[in-house]
């Protein structure tokens, strides 16, 4: 005897809306078959692919199959996948409203399948979820609505004629039931509110495939997938910001033990949370994060106009990675930011990796320009995502017709088609010197590619580079070396944040002295802004890495400080200097400072004061000093301190060179992270302010440590 389900055997009181509201009773379920005999019953076998009986797990070292109920279930695996074989049901009369059924293996419709047959012809058939290597020898729940053929006498075949890959197919637990195990549901209409609200799952569930259509058009615009409960861990959003009056539809197959959480999911002004949105006890007070869900990469940097425009990787649906959408923020200073309705969607082409934005005056593209210019964003569609099958990683534009509010596809994409392996994240600019448009592209292995293009639709390859270190996530940009614009240096850039310096023609890059390393701890993925005025290169990175850190807040990672770069040094030594950017000074509120100040081992700590909160330190130290280790502990025991017998700084690898026998550092506290610029390096990491509740303390251990100056600054909220 299989262990009894009480969901599936009895009888079920259930709630039904027909107009009025009518309370009726569902009949029993009636069991056809749960396949846990010694063999197949009255069910007939032919060929070698289902064996003698039903399997009580995976055969033929098949991979470990799971999902079926109590111990057995038909398994075409018998002889492997080229084995082939059917097994037909007696005839039986349709009873009830839904046939429900658990289905794995392969999606091979017609080949390795199980079909409903009236008067000898297929009336509906379903399969497994596998079509390519990997996959999951898991069952799962479909249904049947046959509603139309009430007291019809049918049979079900479960069908092998497959050979190779995923070729066989898995069933179990086939059930008549008056309520279906997984339900088509549609939601449908006109956007008169802010958002759709979703109750979901933190990191896991079980996810339902949402699609998402307007306008009542057949090819949905999104697709996620959405971890639903009713014991939501936090409520989530599709943010309808740009879709008012417009007819909007989510259609989904909901499993039954979802059907209540999807109730839930409603067009509302609000969302449960909203009142508390960015006084969450973990929300970083001047860092950008998202107000719902998952955030990776800074994707399209650009300035226009004023404005700072941040669009990011972003899963809305979770705290963790998925369903990549392009979330959407401005700000007028880098600091203070409104995030918008996401601007790039996951749809038919696959999700929406990483890439960069770009500003393009009418006439020097292929592009669709309204007016003068127009907010271009080069992204790479992840087509092995795609819903669909087949599709590739390729390389995609999409043009805002309204100065960067909304963003239509490239009707030309891909304008790269795949090349190689992963590639990914495009990072597009206007080289004035060769007058073309140039994309820095990560390939595959250790290679980045260098691709021209007249009109941003005709693309060739012009080059092959490496960052030693490093993959993903290209930057290219020129800067003038020492301030000096007559002597012009280009930058290549990778995701870990190192870097080569050297010349770029418009078509090939020369490194001039080895790879550096501008990044240390949790920062990743950076990129810098595009169409900055005053030749600044602004740059913002992603704070990845967040441990347990986040764990029970509604979102998840926060971008780095904007920084601003610079290259500082001669010949070889030509290297990037990084600064935060100076509008970070309009977050200082109070400020306590020392100047020529020596600290004794044993002196008092000054800075007792500071437990918590928001602040940065801003010092420059002597790197001779006496001491074995000198700088500063913030909070419990988050080292920023020299060493200077290995001429070391804590937290970054090898040897930290001082400026001109200084140690100059800027250390800011906020929320649950921690940044430290040390003589133009930059490293995060992600901290827990409340643990221990040690105040920041002034180190000088075993010796004498002199400051030309220290100040600290107290720091505001910018949602204050
Ligand atoms: C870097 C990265 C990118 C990719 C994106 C996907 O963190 O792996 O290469 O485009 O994340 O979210």
Redesign the pocket.
Known sequence: MKPVNFSNHLARLLLCYVGATVISTAAEDMILTDFEGGNFGDWKVEGEAFGDGPAKGGVNGQMEVSGFFGTGFANSYHGGDDAIGTLTSPEFKVARKYLNFLIGGGKHTGEACMNLLLDGKVIRTATGPNDKPGGSERLAWASWDLSELMGKAVTLEIVDGRKGGWGHVTVDHIVQSDVAEVADEVLEFTVDKRYLVWPVKANSGDKVRVFMTLDGSEEPFCFSDIALTDQPDFWTFTDLEHFQGRKFTVKAKVPRALAAAWKQVQPSDTYPGEQELYQEPLRPQYHFTSRRGWL??PNGLVYQNGVWHLFY?HNPYSHA?DN?HWGHATSPDLLRWTEHAVALFPDAEGTM??GSGFVVPAGKSGLPVKGETALVLAY?A?GTRSYLRGRKTEQGLAVSPDGGKTFAKFPGNPVLPHIAGEN??PKVLWHEATRRWVMAL?LDGPDYGIFTSPDLVEWKRTDTYQIPGDT??PDLFPLAVNGDTDNVRWVVWG?NGMYRVGSFDGEKFSGEGGVRRHYFGAA??GQSYDNVPDGRRVHIG?M?DGGAGLAGAPFNLQMTLPMDFTLRGEGDGIRLHAEPSAETASLRVKTREWKDWVMQPGDANPLEDFKDGLFEIEAVMDAGTTAKEAGFRIFDDHAATWRPDGQTFSGTEGAQPPLDGKIHLRIFVDTVSMEVFVNGTYQARYIRQAEGKLPIRVVADGGEVKFDSLKVHTLKSVWK
């Open positions: 990776n990469d990787q990675w990549m990796y990483s790479t992840e990914r994240d990560y993903e996530c995701a990743y993925a992603w990845r």
